[in-house]
């Protein structure tokens, strides 16, 4: 199913705008960032207007607080694939028949009592007015505002990141690429009501000690879990529901494969994890099959993106911790999908037939799937993940073109998603 276990062991640029020490980061170049607020061109003055739009009238969660509001997602994504400003609105114009207005929260807000509601989804409107008061109170600073709120304290907010399948997490990496004040605040806003019990695995140390079995490799970490029959019929269907029932039930069998991720060497680390966010993905889906693409799966992958744009921009000391996070939501949530086959050769010897990058562009800004948020997100995922580690075996581009020519729509919903919209699933 995977390469042979060779890397077991014995247990036993951009200035960094928040602050860091570059010594012992992650050290990456920051991705280039898209000032719309400045930028003249119809389209960035398009994307402009449309992300306030939906800041002013759509809530950042909604259908009973199941869903998340991924305009900013699908927009930013077009327009950095190129889309022009009639796609935007065309966008713009399918996405929210499906939100739903801002409600009033059953109170306000303070620096007196801020943290008391994180987790109740009720107070997201009061969120994110608490924190566009202290976006003024800071000269407009967003990023200030970030760092005070994000990297503070015994329990910050950063180590949270991945509760609500990782949307805080996707949300705050547009804010940086588009350079927006509004996402930012949303992002907080997301990461203040989604907030739940998966801080505690960061937060507290000791839940981080030697596993029974230790590599650097995720790939072969996730061949033990599929092969781990501690897993076996524990779900009878799959779905985000699962998440909570793993941590309650088998939160020692999780916690031993996550700390059994050795990261000697931070950078090639994160490098071999998000070649695992495109393998869990694409390798997992056959040629041919009828079996839809995972929609929780692509999660994982553009979480792992939204790291990758999120890590030069943040101190230096949170880098390995998020790219941990990042790792504990994706053995959650391959668990909760009930262990799909990863198969490689899916990708590695899939024939491309020529097709390039531009091809692949053209699926997410022209093609039939162009206004499906994830689809278009995934697919400008791997494209970055290319452009950052390079791609002389073309594993990127074959993964790309595997998904573009071949997704027909979002599978693997539980009886929790099944029951409405899932944030740009399939759709006619």
Partial sequence: MFSSFSSFSNPLSVPRFLGGNPGTSIDLKSVEAHDVETRHEKRARTLKHLLKLNHANHSIVYHHLQFHNHMPHILGSAYLLGGDSDHLNDIYEREHKELEPWKDSPGEISTYDWRDYLGDGQYQRAYVDFFEDELVLNGYDWRKVL??????????????????????????????????????????????????????????????????????????????????????????????????????DHETAVLEHWNAWQIPNPKKQFEDSQYAAVALLVATHEYGSSRPYDFFLVHLLTTSHAVRIILPLIPAKFHVALVRQWWLLTLAVYIAQIRPKIELKNITSYDTEAKDWVWVDKQAVEGKWSVDAHFVKGIRAMKETAQTWGDSEQYFLKAACKLGGEFDGWGGFGPLEAGGRRGSATRD
């Fill in 147 to 248: 760092s005070e709120y994000l990297f503070t304290g015994k329990q910050p907010l950063i180590n949270c990141m991945i509760a609500g399948l990782g949307h805080p997490l996707i949300h705050l990496g547009y804010a940086f690429e588009l350079s927006s004040r509004e996402l930012a605040m949303e992002a907080l806003g997301l990461a203040t009501t989604s907030y739940n019990l998966l801080h505690k695995y960061l937060d507290d140390p000791s839940y981080t000690k030697p596993s029974t079995y230790s590599t650097s490799s995720p790939i072969e970490i996730l061949q033990m879990v599929a092969e781990d029959k501690r897993f076996d019929n524990l779900f009878d269907h799959q779905g985000a529901d699962n998440i909570d029932l793993l941590f309650t």
